[in-house]
């Protein structure tokens, strides 16, 4: 019966490509309605899992090139971009934390400042996630956590509303600070690049705060419904834990990381000099090998999510294949009729176009073809409203909630196995919706007079 019902879901998926392909024919050139008959048969895969996550993540190195769409010397190297040996060294870490139960004493910890309540642990884990993820990247804090939210609780469906409310914690609080998460630096580099006015630090927390204070108090209530009657017995009773030797050593690691990645983005700030932080990630994470101070071995990395760094490659060369096209510039060209919009309506509009065009790829990629996009149209308005419809495009590229592939969040949780990308889909939906109206209704209301 499941044979049978992955090889239906395998045929409405190559159905759907080829609708997206007529339907995209007379407006766009051959090999770009190819391209994109082709995102939407994997995004269809992805999202229906008629195939293993890590299979459809590949299939763009055997497509892109056999469509025409791109050469295979050009699929081949985004799955190997430098990003993903940031995951790699996460991983490793979480594997550590894991293994040593390290996370029974992070949870002990994180719920003790809040309700033990189903609705509780999901605003902990969400608002932890948010503040964390301000001043570290929103990558590495949903890496630390994700062990924590799973093992809160062996109800599968607990499980699942935790490890959203992590990953969405992380999103949401990741725009907070300009280093929270990568699609805000490339802004600021675009806006100092181009000689435009860019944000102080300082300026940048306050006008981003009412976006996060009412996603975070919104976001976690909407997973916490339909949830009331689920029993939270066994993590009220397991409130208390108490460190071993080795779980202090661990802990004393994952703090030195803490204090060394604070330092480091400090650093950057103020004298213009630091470390990769893919680097940094990846040496602590090769760390937990060593003798006498690691905790794993080879054996241990058979866990590993490697279908994930599949799936990033697979976003990489979607947003490869988007610029090699032309396909980037001539929607920038059909999207012109933006420029003539009110201004709040310009807002949603963007907002929307990226928060949705940024599940099928990295919110890194699409934000770095987004903002030459819509600064086509921002140069034609008055600087300040030029500059909060990029924020507004940046911004809406973290705020993606329904697929794995649009954010490094939803793929980190999405590596545990336990959430259906379906289930991630029809959730991160509405979040998606939540997020756009009030991003477009802060930057319309608020942020004018905050400039």
Do not use: C
């Amino acid at each position: 019966m499941s044979i049978l019902y992955d090889f239906k879901g395998i045929i409405i998926a190559l159905v759907i490509g080829a609708i997206f392909i007529l339907l995209s024919w007379s407006f766009f050139t051959s090999t770009q309605s190819l391209l994109i008959g082709l995102v939407a048969l994997l995004v269809t895969l992805w999202t229906n899992e008629s195939l293993p996550l890590g299979v459809v993540s590949l299939l763009p190195i055997i497509l892109f090139p056999s469509f025409g769409v791109l050469e295979l010397s050009a699929v081949t190297p985004n799955y190997s971009k430098s990003i993903i040996f940031l995951f790699l060294g996460g991983f490793m870490l979480a594997l550590a934390i894991e293994k040593v139960n390290l996370h029974v004493y992070f949870s002990s910890k994180l719920l003790s400042f809040f309700p033990k309540t189903v609705r509780g642990i999901i605003y902990a884990l969400a608002i932890t996630s948010a503040l964390l993820s301000s001043i570290l990247t929103n990558t590495t804090i949903t890496l630390m956590l994700m062990p924590i939210a799973l093992y809160l609780s062996t109800n599968l469906k607990l499980k699942i509303r935790f490890l959203l409310a992590t990953a969405y914690g992380a999103s949401i609080g990741g725009i907070i600070t300009p280093i929270g998460t990568a699609p805000n630096l490339i802004l600021l580099g675009f806006l100092e690049e181009n000689k435009l006015p860019v944000l102080a630090f300082g300026e940048w927390i306050y006008m981003m705060l009412p976006i996060v204070v009412l996603m975070l108090l919104i976001i976690p209530w909407l997973l916490s419904l339909g949830l009331e009657h689920e029993s939270v017995e066994e993590i009220a009773e397991d409130s208390v834990a108490v460190l071993d030797m080795t779980q202090k050593r661990l802990y004393g690691i994952v703090v030195v990381l803490a204090l060394v990645l604070i330092g480091n983005t400090f650093s950057k700030q103020i004298l213009d000099v630091s470390f990769d932080e893919k680097m940094l990630l990846l040496g602590f994470g090769l760390l937990m090998f060593f003798p006498k101070i690691g905790f794993l071995t080879w054996e241990d990395t058979r866990s590993m999510p490697y279908e994930i760094i599949m799936l990033f490659g697979a976003g990489f060369s979607i947003a490869t294949a988007f610029t090699t096209t032309g396909l980037a510039a001539d929607i920038a060209t059909k999207l012109s009729f933006i420029s003539s919009m009110p201004l709040f309506w310009m807002f949603i509009l963007v907002a929307f176009f990226v928060a949705f065009s940024t599940e099928v790829t990295s919110n890194t990629a699409l934000t770095s073809i987004a903002i030459p996009i819509f600064y086509e149209f921002a140069k034609d308005m008055p600087p300040s409203e030029g500059t909060l419809l990029l924020m507004t495009a940046t911004i809406a590229a973290s705020y993606a909630f329904m697929l794995p592939i649009a954010t490094p969040p939803n793929a980190i949780v999405m590596s545990s196995r336990v959430i259906p990308i379906a289930e991630m889909a029809r959730i991160g939906f509405k979040v998606n919706v939540i997020g756009i109206i009030i991003l477009s209704s802060v930057a319309y209301f608020l942020w004018g007079s905050m400039l």
